[in-house]
């Protein structure tokens, strides 16, 4: 009371002001006048900021008085109309809202009043034209008579039958709300609002499906096209609402309980008699269809006819706009059109029979089935798997990723529903079938696309550390990797289907076996599905804890999954060997390449089933494996690693050197077989990647095979690939040896320099104070001695007054002389004969024979005409000097028999060539020490006369005399040549480390002068004191 | 007055003294001045019989100096007979020259090299002796006297003949210093007074356009390796004495035009020659040679000035490792003088960015050169005042070892080393 007391004084004044406009003469009254919009737009605001339900009817009446008086006057403009509505919107929300305030009667005069407001004509032409906001502030009034009607205890019979006059009204104000729904798709606050309006009315206040039945075609048709609208006009969260007010509407209208739905099927020929006897009495039947029987006066609207005639319309309208929706690929629509299928599926299961397939495609689709009612419509379902296997190529091909993954959810459903297992049999036959037409169409031109390794050597550095395994993936051959990665998951899920059912095995047997005469695509095809289905076998460790109760069926199932494996295993090994005879000498292709992979994650996904059980059948796969390593595929690599990685977790503790190492002696065989078979091409690459992997141990396993390759040389020096190959794998080995033996650069020349003597002005070229002070000390040493004997000779011979000649006499007096030379002959001598046996390399003796026989067989191919060969040799010789000089003996005899021959390589014309060919005489210089300095000497000689690099720069000083003076490149050299140039300057530079004591210093001017204009003129001074004298010569006098 | 004709047959006799020799030189120089006439004939006999004495006739190679400047006053005297005067003394010589192979042969044997060896025969060697035994040996001293006074415009006309005669002189290998040496003072004459003597003489034949270099290089090379003990050591100096300026002027001669280059070839025999070769092999062994090769050595730096840096440390090594080191360094005073005068010639004539380089090296040798001197008592006051000297002069290059060489001095040993007065 005390609310309507200040309610009243506070919008009696505003009341007053509108009622002398209200009550104006007709003649008077402006419908479009200013001064009524603002006082209706007073009393608006208002009543907009009391409470819902705060007030009472009376204030109501009050306030409608001068509304009342508006609404007789002949013509009202649109504005003035919306704001009136917007009144009566609040009078009901805060007057006439709860039960008991809004009496039925004044109900029944206001609901005709609103809708004419709204609308004035039937047809809602006008409608059109008015604003959005004028169309709100009717749905707000609608909304809100219906919200105020169903407080109310007579909500339900409001709009029965028994009441006729509303029922015009009642369907107007439907079209109305429709009418809005369908003409404003951008605005989504009105028709959030229609929505509700529509919920209400049909859930709370009609709720007589007989009554709504008669506004179903209207609804279901302005519902579907706004559902079918193109593109995305209509905002996700409208088509939600949208479906959730159809649903109501559909299970007011078509409830199996209300309707009584009974399904009459013909189980028995003698109810035709019956039936002929019903049809005598002239109603119409149907067999295996749904009929009302609820009805049977044929007093009511919603009868076995109507049934027919509407569900086969809300079929057509339910296939038109599901796909849209299904298209849209919105989250929150997928969930509320699962919700709305299954709600049809629950409620109306039997009335809207006919559109059980479109239903149950669509949660097929969705891959959803929150009530779980697919199990109830096996039969159906199976239809729709049917025809989506029939399609299974279309879908692989054009990579219809989600076709395929609501297939798997069907199937799912079906074989967890389904005791019969045929279904998934028809699905592994389609499967198999629809990927070798994928992966190879007949009509397609088939290109054989060879895998050539970009470098020249082989890229075999594996990080395991960080390779994660479960990211590799094998992408089929002309599919997309996302298309792979869903059909292997979908693989992967029948196979657990197949696992449920126990029929793996049986599976993947027949699977296999079939295969004994078809090509190899279809092989390697049927070796994905097996190896995916048998992936499945993983979850292992569960299912044997769900068996430990049935010790029986354990057993049982543990022999199956090892026969299942050990099947696909040899199939492997055959596939294997297969493609390995194809690839010899042909190269990889593309379908190589899957092929290949294939088997390779076969291997791993059985290791991971089979796990310890693995182990005796590795020794058949391991070179396999290690074989993919060295592949020049990338893919393969990759796989192989994953796969290796796998195998080493399992059964070495994460230890690839170790799995290597356990199984050497099987790729040994392995090895030496290929070998005989004259299967040569893939050795090296495999004893390379074998070497990095587990080290040098296992080429002391492999030295029949080195000795083979040795020989093989000698048969096929022709061949430069094979030989190249070879090479290759010599640098690995020679690296490894290095690795294991040597620990690092210092060691050699620590051994080294035991032997090797210097050239060298020492101990002048002295460089500090103390260099001086030793000569002095040697000086003085020396005169020790000789004091010593003076004093000897002193005490003999007093007379003796000169030192000097003392020891002069000393001197000649010594009879002995020759006797003391010949014993130092026969100590050195001696020396010679301990120092020529003793072994002193850390390099074992069969290792360093190693060394030697690869440096003589690269000495003889020098000349080989194959440029790649040459370089990859003189790389291999490069890298063995510092090795072998830690036996001097034995390397200055190699020194001196491969000299000549890596000479004519620096005085090659190829550049390419020369390059390594001086890095490799620059170790040879720089281990041998002044063994090899005549050599040296006789090797400038010969650049200056034979070396076409050397003409690139000006090797004669004096004629500098009438050019420019600055020393620097006079020209640009391409990258060949100057890379060559600078290996030569660092030769050259090392010999002259050894040497400078023998050349004159004309001829050391000339060869400085050359190393100045490649080298950095610093990086020369600092060699030695005569370099840098020379040096400066150069550059200030010249 | 004494004829002329009377002096010719004096100056032919066979017993004619040096001391008559010279007597007659003087007195013909005496006569022309009282203006007395003189036949062209008459003047060229005269010129003949005494160029025939210009050089001794004995193992020594000694140049008369009286005879040539006798020679020298009478063609100035007649300078408008030069002309007539040498075609008649070259026709004399030119049966004289020893001829014993063909052009084809000779073509031969540049292709060679000049090998001497290869040439070896019986038939050459009763060759070489005929000529001998003809007086063929009298024939050098006058192709010496001819070859000082051929005018430059002349030498293009007559190179057809000089060559060969020298070669064939050179390629002797019965007598190395009464013939084959002779053939070297003949080459150098050739060198130093007629390619040399003009100087405005571009527009007459050089050398260096005669592509004989290589050939002449060669055999005087060859010579440079005649060393005890395969050659007594006073011949060896007689060789060198010879063959050392010959190939300095040949060098000079080839690159008059080219500098650099001409240094580079003095590099070239610098190390190989002289630091590799002589000084190793004759260290003290052969006194006379070493002390030769470091005068000459000392020479050479002065030619190359700067230049020379490039030696720097190989020559510290050889007077390190063959001379001062050397146990019986101290008993050749001389020797001692000479060490540090290369040492001294060395830093002046390097730069000093150098010299501070090697002042380690430098500074030992001094050092060792005083410590042995003073402990085995062969220092005396001129080596004292050289040492003193010697390092007065490294120490100006800004060497900066003042701490260093305070330390020494404090020992007792060096002390008298470093008081300078």
């Known amino acids: 009371m005390n609310s309507d007391t200040n309610a009243f004084k506070d919008i009696r004044i505003s009341c007053v002001e509108l009622s002398r406009i209200a009550f104006l003469p007709t003649e008077s009254f402006d419908p479009n006048s200013l001064t009524l919009l603002a006082c209706l737009k007073k009393v608006e605001e208002k009543l907009s900021a009391y409470e819902d339900d705060s007030l009472s009817p009376k204030f109501a009446d009050y306030v409608f008085v001068p509304i009342a008086s508006l609404l007789k006057q002949p013509a009202l403009g649109e504005s003035q109309t919306e704001y009136v509505l917007l009144i009566i919107f609040h009078l009901l929300r805060t007057c006439w809202s709860s039960n008991g305030k809004f009496s039925e009667q004044l109900g029944q005069q206001l609901f005709p009043l609103i809708t004419f407001l709204v609308s004035s004509d039937k047809d809602n032409q006008k409608l059109i034209t008015r604003s959005d906001e004028f169309k709100y502030a009717g749905c707000l009034v609608l909304h809100q008579f219906f919200k105020s009607v169903r407080s109310q205890r007579y909500h339900k019979e409001f709009f029965s039958n028994s009441k006729p006059n509303l029922l015009p009204a009642l369907g107007h104000s439907v079209t109305i709300l429709l009418k809005i729904l369908e003409q404003s798709p951008q605005n989504n606050e009105l028709q959030f609002k229609a929505l509700a309006s529509l919920e209400v009315l049909f859930q709370d206040i009609i709720s007589d499906g007989e009554m709504l039945s008669f506004i179903l075609p209207g609804n279901v048709s302005v519902f579907a096209k706004i559902l079918t609208k193109p593109g995305r006009q209509i905002h996700y969260k409208v088509c939600v609402r949208t479906l959730e007010v159809l649903a109501k509407l559909l299970v007011l209208v078509y409830d199996d309980f209300s309707l009584d739905i009974k399904v009459n099927k013909l189980t028995d020929i003698r109810e035709l008699s019956d039936t002929k006897l019903k049809h005598e009495i002239n109603q119409s039947f149907m067999f295996n269809g749904p009929i009302v029987l609820l009805r049977t006066d044929g007093k009511t609207h919603r009868d076995t006819s109507w049934l027919t005639a509407t569900s086969g319309q809300i079929n057509i309208a339910l296939e038109a706009f599901i796909p849209k929706l299904l298209k849209r690929n919105n989250e929150s629509i997928d969930e509320a059109l699962a919700t709305f299928v299954s709600i049809l599926l629950t409620r109306c299961e039997n009335s809207l029979n006919n559109c059980e397939k479109v239903l149950v495609s669509t949660l097929v689709h969705l891959e959803r089935d929150p009530m779980s009612k697919l199990p109830s419509h096996l039969v159906k379902l199976k239809e729709v798997v049917n025809e989506d296997l029939h399609k299974l190529s279309d879908i692989i091909r054009f990579e219809n990723a989600d076709r395929l993954s609501s297939l798997s959810f069907a199937i799912t459903i079906l074989e967890k529903n389904n005791e019969r297992d045929t279904m998934i049999n028809e699905v592994v036959r389609c499967l198999f079938e629809s990927l070798n037409e994928s992966i190879e169409p007949p009509s397609l031109i088939n290109h054989k696309e060879r895998i050539i390794e970009q470098s020249s050597q082989l890229t075999t550095t594996v990080n395991f550390e960080n390779l994660e395994s479960t990211n590799a993936l094998i992408a089929l051959p002309r599919l997309s990797e996302d298309m792979s990665l869903k059909l292997k998951k979908f693989t992967y899920h029948m196979g657990s289907l197949l696992l449920e059912r126990h029929i793996l095995n049986d599976v993947v047997t027949e699977l296999i076996s079939e295969q004994v005469d078809s090509p190899r695509t279809q092989k390697i095809v049927a070796l994905w599905l097996s190896t995916n289905f048998i992936k499945a076998m993983e979850k292992q460790p569960k299912e044997e804890e769900v068996y430990l109760q049935f010790e029986s069926d354990a057993n049982y199932s543990s022999s199956m999954v090892e026969e299942v494996c050990l099947i696909v295993l040899e199939f492997c090994n055959e596939l294997s060997q297969d493609i390995s005879m194809e690839i010899e000498g042909k190269g990889i292709k593309k379908s190589d390449e899957f092929a290949v992979c294939t088997v390779l994650f076969s291997i791993e996904t059985i290791c991971a089933v089979m796990r310890e059980e693995f182990q005796p059948e590795l020794i058949d796969y391991i070179y396999t494996v290690v074989d993919a390593l060295a592949s020049p595929s990338e893919a393969i690599r990759y796989v192989s690693q994953s796969c290796a990685l796998r195998i080493a977790d399992t059964l070495y503790h994460g230890s690839i050197p170790n799995m290597i190492l356990s199984n050497v002696d099987y790729l040994v065989e392995s090895i030496s077989s290929r070998l005989n078979s004259g299967m040569t091409e893939r050795v090296s690459q495999i004893l390379?990647?074998?070497?990095?992997?587990?080290?040098?141990?296992?080429?002391?396993?492999?030295?029949?095979?080195?000795?083979?390759?040795?020989?093989?040389?000698?048969?096929?020096?022709?061949?430069?690939?094979?030989?190249?190959?070879?090479?290759?794998?010599?640098?690995?080995?020679?690296?490894?040896?290095?690795?294991?033996?040597?620990?690092?650069?210092?060691?050699?020349?620590?051994?080294?320099?035991?032997?090797?003597?210097?050239?060298?002005?020492?101990?002048?070229?002295?460089?500090?104070?103390?260099?001086?002070?030793?000569?002095?000390?040697?000086?003085?040493?020396?005169?020790?001695?000789?004091?010593d004997e003076n004093d000897v000779d002193f005490l003999k011979d007093d007379n003796e007054p000169s030192n000097f000649q003392e020891y002069f006499d000393s001197k000649l007096r010594e009879p002995d002389s020759d006797d003391d030379e010949e014993e130092r002959e026969e100590e050195v001598e001696g020396s010679s004969k301990e120092y020529t046996d003793q072994w002193t390399s850390p390099i074992p003796s069969d290792s360093y024979k190693i060394l030697l026989q690869i440096l003589g067989y690269g000495e003889r191919l020098l000349t080989h005409p194959s440029k790649r060969l040459r370089v990859q040799i003189l790389i291999v010789m490069r890298l063995i000097f510092p090795l072998l000089s830690t036996q001097h003996n034995l390397l200055i005899r190699e020194v001196a028999s491969t000299w000549d021959s890596i000479i004519q390589c620096v005085l090659c014309s190829d550049y390419s060539i020369v390059q390594p060919a001086c890095s490799c005489v620059e170790q040879m210089i720089k281990y041998s020490g002044d063994f090899v300095a005549k050599r040296f000497i006789e090797l400038w000689q010969k650049l200056c006369q034979d070396s076409f690099i050397l003409k690139e720069l000006r090797i004669d000083p004096t004629v500098h005399n009438h050019e420019k003076k600055s020393i620097s490149k006079h020209v640009k050299f391409p990258p060949v040549t100057e890379n060559a140039l600078v290996s030569m300057v660092h030769m050259v530079l090392e010999g002259v480390k050894i040497t400078e004591y023998l050349i004159s210093e004309a001829v050391l001017e000339q060869i400085i002068y050359c190393c100045i204009q490649v080298v950095p003129v610093e990086k020369i001074s600092s060699m030695s004191l005569i370099v840098g004298d020379i040096v400066w010569k150069i550059r200030n006098i010249n | 007055m004494t004829a002329v004709t009377d002096i010719i047959d004096e100056l032919n006799d066979s017993s004619l003294s040096s001391t008559r020799l010279r007597e007659l030189c003087l007195q013909l120089r005496k006569k022309t001045d009282t203006g007395c006439a003189i036949t062209v004939s008459d003047e060229v006999n005269l010129i003949e019989s005494l160029s025939y004495h210009s050089i001794s006739p004995g193992v020594d190679i000694q140049i008369n100096t009286d005879v040539l400047q006798t020679i020298d006053y009478y063609f100035q005297r007649n300078k408008s007979e030069h002309d007539e005067i040498m075609c008649v003394l070259i026709s004399k010589l030119q049966p004289l020259l020893l001829k014993r192979k063909s052009n084809f042969e000779l073509k031969e044997q540049r292709n060679l090299g000049l090998k001497p060896t290869l040439g070896m025969s019986l038939k050459e060697d009763n060759l070489m002796q005929a000529w001998v035994s003809q007086g063929g040996l009298k024939g050098i001293p006058l192709f010496y006297v001819i070859l000082l006074h051929l005018k430059r415009r002349d030498i293009s006309t007559n190179l057809s003949w000089i060559i060969p005669g020298i070669l064939n002189i050179l390629d002797d290998t019965t007598d190395i210093r009464r013939i084959k040496l002779r053939g070297v003072l003949l080459l150098q004459t050739l060198l130093n007074h007629t390619f040399m003597n003009e100087t405005n003489d571009s527009k007459w034949i050089?050398?260096?356009?005669?592509?004989?270099?290589?050939l002449f290089e060669k055999t005087l090379i060859n010579m440079c390796y005649f060393l005890p003990p395969s050659y007594n050591a006073d011949e060896t100096i007689a060789i060198w004495r010879v063959v050392f300026p010959t190939i300095q002027s040949l060098y000079k001669v080839e690159f008059l035009d080219n500098y650099t280059k001409y240094q580079y070839h003095l590099e070239k025999f610098m190390s190989e020659i002289i630091l590799q070769n002589i000084i190793p092999r004759a260290s003290l062994a052969y006194e006379n040679l070493t002390l030769y090769a470091l005068e000459c050595t000392m020479n050479i730096l002065r030619l190359q000035r700067e230049g020379s840096v490039v030696h720097l440390q190989r020559l510290i090594f050889v007077l390190g490792e063959y001379i001062v080191r050397n146990p019986f360094y101290t008993t050749f005073p001389k020797l001692i003088s000479k060490t540090l005068s290369v040492v001294s010639t060395l830093i002046k004539v390097c730069p000093n960015e150098r010299i501070v380089a090697h002042r380690f090296d430098i500074l030992s040798l001094i050092l060792v050169t005083y410590d042995k001197c003073s402990q085995e008592d062969a220092l005396n006051e001129s080596i004292l005042q050289q040492c003193k000297e010697t390092i007065s002069w490294l120490l100006n290059c800004d060497c900066a070892m003042g701490e260093q060489l305070s330390t020494l001095s404090k020992q007792p040993r060096f002390q008298l080393l470093f008081e300078f007065s």
């Open chain 2, 206 to 214: 050089q050398f260096s356009s005669t592509g004989l270099f290589p």
């Open chain 1, 688 to 787: 390379m990647v074998i070497c990095q992997l587990a080290g040098y141990e296992t080429i002391e396993n492999f030295k029949d095979v080195i000795e083979t390759i040795f020989k093989l040389l000698d048969y096929y020096h022709g061949y430069s690939d094979l030989c190249l190959q070879f090479f290759q794998l010599f640098k690995i080995i020679i690296l490894e040896m290095k690795k294991k033996y040597i620990n690092d650069d210092e060691m050699i020349l620590k051994i080294a320099n035991q032997h090797i003597s210097q050239s060298t002005f020492s101990p002048w070229g002295m460089t500090d104070f103390q260099q001086v002070l030793n000569i002095l000390d040697k000086e003085t040493q020396v005169k020790d001695d000789i004091t």
